[in-house]
């Protein structure tokens, strides 16, 4: 809850589905408003009637926005601003993860998950310090993931290196307005979590998959705590943290 005592009223990306679909539960759960966004409305809408439907007290606003469509990404947190009166929290959650190695003539691939992950979470990142700027404070959650701790290859080349521009978008930040409390920084290292996104994966890395209630449930105690970065969940994600840092390159390469 906010000084004054009404909910935080909380904007999240790519709401329509997988982390964000359960974060936005969550948080309604904790008390918190919503400003969903994300391309598919009619889900955006089931959402949305499930979580009044549990708490009928909180209020939930949903619109569609195409992250990749720069302006609308203005005007979407534009309005929402407007229709709530402040936003409190954005949450940069959506992404893409589609990839191939470099020099494979997937080029199209590596381009697309590079604009989606980096470039529209940059214009969300704009959009959302506009919206804090103006208001004097707000707090910045950005969603990383563990790939961004070290370059990694093949077809995860592309999306390990937007995950760590996006985390320093947001030390950027952290560092410039360090001192001012009303500004607060999150980033969100998630490892495997279960997700549209991972449906995939490979049966080794299914083994250490979280849940998507559980993963999320780590990811919000961080956000609501305002903690500058975590890996989630912390087991075993934290420790591995110190081995994909420092690991030498021949072993770290046996590992993954």
Same mark, same amino acid.
């Given at each position: 809850?906010?000084?004054?005592?009404?909910?935080?009223?909380?904007?999240?990306?790519?709401?329509?589905?997988?982390?964000?679909?359960?974060?936005? +539960?969550?948080?309604?759960?904790?008390?918190?408003?919503?400003?969903?966004?994300?391309?598919?409305?009619?889900? =955006? *809408?089931? =959402?949305?009637?499930?979580?009044?439907?549990?708490? %009928?007290? +909180?209020?939930?606003?949903?619109?569609?926005?195409?992250?990749?469509? /720069?302006?609308?990404?203005?005007?979407?947190? +534009?309005?929402?601003?407007?229709?709530? @009166?402040?936003?409190?929290?954005?949450?940069?959650?959506?992404?893409? @993860?589609?990839?191939?190695? =470099? @020099? $494979?003539?997937?080029?199209?691939?590596?381009?697309? $998950?590079?604009?989606?992950?980096?470039?529209?979470?940059?214009?969300?990142?704009?959009?959302?310090?506009?919206?804090? +700027?103006?208001?004097?404070?707000? /707090?910045?959650?950005?969603?990383?993931?563990?790939?961004?701790?070290?370059?990694? %290859?093949?077809?995860?080349? $592309? &999306?390990?290196?937007?995950?760590?521009?996006?985390?320093?978008?947001? *030390?950027?930040?952290?560092? *410039?307005? &360090?001192?001012?409390?009303? &500004?607060?920084?999150?980033?969100?290292?998630?490892? &495997?979590?279960?997700?549209?996104?991972?449906?995939?994966?490979?049966?080794?890395?299914?083994?250490?998959?979280?849940?998507?209630?559980?993963?999320?449930?780590?990811?919000?105690?961080?956000? *609501?705590?305002?903690?500058?970065?975590?890996?989630?969940?912390? =087991?075993?994600?934290?420790?591995?943290?110190?081995?994909?840092? /420092?690991?030498?390159?021949?072993?770290?390469?046996?590992?993954?």
């Amino acid at each position: 809850m906010t000084s004054d005592s009404r909910p935080k009223r909380v904007l999240i990306t790519g709401a329509s589905s997988g982390l964000g679909a359960e974060m936005a +539960r969550q948080l309604a759960a904790g008390g918190n408003d919503l400003a969903l966004c994300a391309r598919r409305t009619d889900r =955006l *809408e089931a =959402l949305r009637e499930e979580i009044l439907a549990a708490h %009928p007290e +909180r209020r939930v606003e949903v619109r569609a926005l195409d992250v990749n469509d /720069h302006d609308q990404v203005f005007a979407v947190f +534009r309005a929402f601003a407007s229709d709530l @009166g402040t936003i409190d929290r954005v949450v940069v959650n959506a992404g893409l @993860g589609k990839g191939a190695p =470099l @020099g $494979t003539g997937r080029f199209e691939a590596n381009r697309e $998950t590079a604009m989606t992950n980096f470039v529209a979470a940059l214009a969300q990142s704009e959009a959302a310090m506009e919206i804090f +700027r103006a208001q004097q404070g707000g /707090h910045l959650v950005m969603v990383s993931s563990m790939s961004a701790l070290r370059g990694l %290859p093949k077809e995860i080349t $592309t &999306y390990a290196a937007t995950k760590a521009g996006v985390a320093h978008l947001v *030390e950027g930040l952290r560092t *410039e307005f &360090y001192g001012k409390p009303s &500004y607060k920084f999150t980033v969100l290292y998630p490892g &495997y979590i279960r997700s549209e996104m991972n449906d995939g994966v490979a049966a080794a890395e299914n083994k250490m998959m979280s849940s998507t209630e559980r993963g999320v449930r780590a990811m919000v105690t961080v956000i *609501e705590k305002e903690k500058d970065a975590a890996c989630v969940p912390p =087991l075993p994600w934290a420790p591995l943290s110190l081995v994909m840092k /420092h690991a030498p390159l021949p072993v770290f390469k046996r590992l993954i």
